[in-house]
């Protein structure tokens, strides 16, 4: 797994930089080798890219997301690849978007393009043309403000972190209908321990 990260500062308030990034659809404008991204749901999206000379489509899911604050991303099938992308006000009008990326590269072709930092440099020129495409429109395209928790706040399990866990069915069949908790009041008395010494264990 090849980790990539890298931080601009562009001049644009918060909720524009934010706003933009949202426009899914907008990315081939900016990012290289982005033939297209169709939103199909609120989180689910649909990509066609060239990647390492290879033409690709996949489906990604967004699987937190955060007002002015962050966006997370990760494919649902190869190539496997997940990032988050965060934004963090400098002043009214400055906005530093940091994009972390993990992906796993397949086959020579995209190993060699991972050893020669090709896809490293992709990433950085893409967010030279996203600080050129937003300062020079000087507002976002559109916007999408609704929030998509994250796993963690979805009260999800270990070991199934991409399932909220419906209520009610934790422990299964572990506690019957009817049996209750006693109402809250005093603590009863315990039995008294017989007389004598405690035992040696």
């Known amino acids: ?3 990539i990260e890298h931080s601009i500062d562009v001049e644009v308030p918060i909720t524009v930089a934010y706003n933009q990034w949202t426009q899914f659809e907008s990315f081939p404008e900016f990012m290289e080798g982005v033939e297209s991204v169709k939103q199909i749901t609120d989180t689910r999206t649909v990509w066609v890219a060239e990647i390492a000379g290879a033409r690709r489509e996949f489906e990604a899911d967004i699987t937190e997301q955060h007002p002015d604050e962050r966006i997370a991303w990760r494919t649902t099938d190869k190539p496997h690849q997940a990032g988050v992308v965060t934004f963090h006000r400098l ?3 400055t906005t530093r ?3 972390q990326m ?3 590269p397949e086959g020579f ?3 060699a393009g991972d050893w020669l930092q090709l896809v490293r440099m992709r990433v950085i020129g893409d967010m030279k043309r996203f600080k050129a495409f937003i300062e020079s ?6 916007g999408w403000r609704g929030d998509v928790p994250g796993p963690h706040q979805r009260g999800s399990t270990y070991g199934e972190s991409d399932q909220p866990v419906p209520p009610g069915t934790v422990g299964g ?3 019957p209908p009817g049996d209750t908790l006693p109402p809250p009041g005093p603590v009863p008395p315990r ?3 017989p007389e004598g010494p405690r035992p040696v264990l």
């Open 137 to 142: 429109r000087g507002g976002e395209t559109g």
């Open 91 to 93: 002043d009214d009008n």
């Open 102 to 104: 993990e992906y796993d």
């Open 109 to 111: 072709v995209e190993t």
């Open 1 to 3: 797994m090849s980790t």
């Open 191 to 193: 039995d008294e321990p």
């Open 97 to 99: 978007v940091t994009l």
């Open 173 to 175: 069949d572990a506690y």
